[in-house]
């Protein structure tokens, strides 16, 4: 550190220019935050609604319960409280409140890095620490701002569940919870980032603190139904145990005061003893010479692209396995419980076929997330300069295009191929007919289409308008919303038919037209050649 630096820092302290850096930090996530929030609360609200609908009955609440005696459904959802006479209160307590735990930790998880280490790796927390600015004010400011969309986030859900008419302490202590498990992950990848001198690892190595987070405390659920001791190591474990709905307790949440308290401690102190830039773990030494594989632009994009296939398919699968797996004794679950087929559109005879179908079209969101992100990451090579400096080194545009949205296409079609036969594997080890798996293996092929129209759209978006290109999220969202509350809320035709999800049929227990894969393929290859001459024609940067 220069003597300059020790003298501001000595005169005005490791903070100073803190409230600065708060409202530069917000004004950059102006319009993440409010998405996050908006998303959140409002999923909470319209979860419970559908909820509410699909099972209107005390009948209907006892035969879901009846669910949760299957050891998958509790690893994959919590603790299954008041068994004995459910109550709708404790089914969102027992099999809600884990994904909105997840998805808000996701959040801290991203924002966090992006603040901290991606400023960091980018060099701009340098020119920063140039001005008269505290060693630590940037750090603070970016936990601030994720403390602040984790206060609105908790705010939101508690709004969403009192909305919802549900009880308003217990609705008060849902969003405290997830507010506080939020700050929990934040402060975990603050700590990661001291580490580590590389944004992506930062991620990485934090969104596998949360996969090992819900799986410790699936496996402690399923030793014992209500959580057992190897719940409580999980954080996740530790908001889900207040029992909101069920049996009010505050206390559980002091562990997650006390971790964040903990981590944020560990990350000063390891701040204290590091260079700016760098890591407080060593970088290994790579190669001398690249590749011939990585010089290439499919290789390169192979490589930034590889982990995050890997892992968004590894865990699909994991799910997809165990939500196939509840196909057994469908048949009387669904007798005692009508108003389930409207909201999953079971209609016909074949029940264990129509419900595969509808987990394997839950399960394809993540092929398409994994895609429309993996186009928009053109966005951020460009933006970081490194699109530029390998057309300077002799690439072509449309070579490097090319490349990358082959590399796409290719890690979508494995990563539909995986998670679908997950679905298939566990429908036949809970149906006990090994016959779906070949049958659920066709139906996947069938969906590719219709993803790689979707991805291909966001290719469009960055060839012709790079700056409006996160617009092509607004689709993923669309056909979340189509596929999971498209038949509760009623939509027309017109706006379901937006989905191209829609236009998929739920092979077998459907027939398979052949004008919608041609259309949609067709749509794919407009959108790609649309794409590749945008591309072209723009100003690199623009």
């Given at each position: ?129 140039a001005l008269p600015v505290g060693r630590f004010a940037s ?20 709004a969403g569940l009192i909305a919802a008419e549900m009880a ?270 070949g049958e659920l293996a066709i139906a996947t092929m069938l ?96």
């Open positions: 550190m220069s003597h300059a630096a020790k003298t501001t820092e000595v005169a005005g302290g490791p903070f100073t220019g803190l409230g600065a850096l708060l409202r530069f930090r917000l004004r950059l996530d102006r319009i993440r935050i409010p998405v996050w929030v908006f998303a959140i609360a409002l999923g909470v609200w319209a979860s419970v609604l559908s909820l509410d609908e699909a099972y209107p009955t005390a009948e209907s609440l006892q035969a879901r319960a009846a669910l949760l005696g299957n050891p998958a459904t509790v690893l994959m959802t919590g603790p299954a409280f008041s068994l004995e006479h459910y109550t709708f209160g404790a089914m969102v307590a027992n099999e809600h409140y884990l994904y909105v735990l997840i998805t808000v930790a996701i959040m801290s998880i991203l924002l966090t890095a992006r603040h901290t280490r991606g400023e960091e790796e980018a060099g701009r927390l340098e020119l920063l620490q750090a603070a400011a970016a936990l601030l701002a994720v403390a602040l969309a984790n206060l609105l986030i908790g705010v939101g859900t508690a308003v302490l217990d609705s008060v202590a849902f969003g405290l919870g997830t507010a506080l498990i939020g700050m929990v992950f934040a402060s975990i990848t603050l700590l990661v980032a001291q580490l580590s001198e590389h944004a992506r690892t930062v991620v990485g190595v934090s969104s596998g603190a949360l996969a090992a987070a819900f799986l410790v405390r699936g496996a402690g659920d399923v030793l014992e139904s209500q959580g057992s001791w190897l719940s409580w190591f999980s954080p996740l474990a530790w908001a889900q145990q207040t029992r909101v709905f069920v049996d009010l307790r505050w206390w559980p949440l002091l562990a997650a005061v006390a971790l964040v308290l903990v981590a944020l401690g560990i990350a000063y102190l390891l701040a204290r003893r590091r260079d700016l830039g760098a890591g407080f773990v060593a970088s290994r030494s790579g190669r001398l010479t690249a590749s011939a594989w990585l010089m290439a632009p499919w290789g390169l994009a192979d490589r930034l692209l590889r982990t995050n296939a890997i892992v968004t398919t590894l865990g699909t699968m994991f799910f997809g396995v165990a939500m196939g797996s509840l196909a057994t004794n469908l048949d009387d679950f669904l007798a005692e419980n009508p108003a389930l087929k409207d909201w999953i559109s079971i209609e016909g005879s074949d029940l264990t076929g129509e419900f595969a179908g509808v987990i394997l079209s839950y399960v394809m969101l993540a092929p398409i997330i994994l895609a429309v992100a993996a186009v928009l990451r053109l966005r951020a090579e460009e933006d970081a300069g490194r699109l530029e400096e390998l057309l300077v080194a002799g690439r072509s545009r449309s070579g490097f295009l090319a490349g990358w949205l082959g590399v796409v296409a290719v890690h979508t079609v494995v990563a539909t191929m995986l998670v679908g036969v997950s679905v298939a594997v566990g429908v036949g080890i809970g149906s006990g007919e090994p016959e779906r798996v969906y590719l289409p219709a993803i790689l129209a979707i991805a291909s759209l966001a290719a469009a978006l960055y060839g012709l308008l790079p700056r409006a290109s996160i617009l092509a999220w607004l689709l993923v969202i669309w056909v979340a919303v189509v596929l999971f509350l498209g038949q509760l809320l009623r939509l027309p035709d017109w706006a379901m038919d937006i989905s191209p999800l829609t236009h998929v049929p739920n092979y077998p227990v459907e027939s398979v037209a052949p004008l919608p894969p041609v259309i949609l393929t067709a749509l794919m290859l407009l959108f790609v050649l649309l794409g590749f001459g945008g591309l072209r024609r723009r100003d690199i940067g623009a």
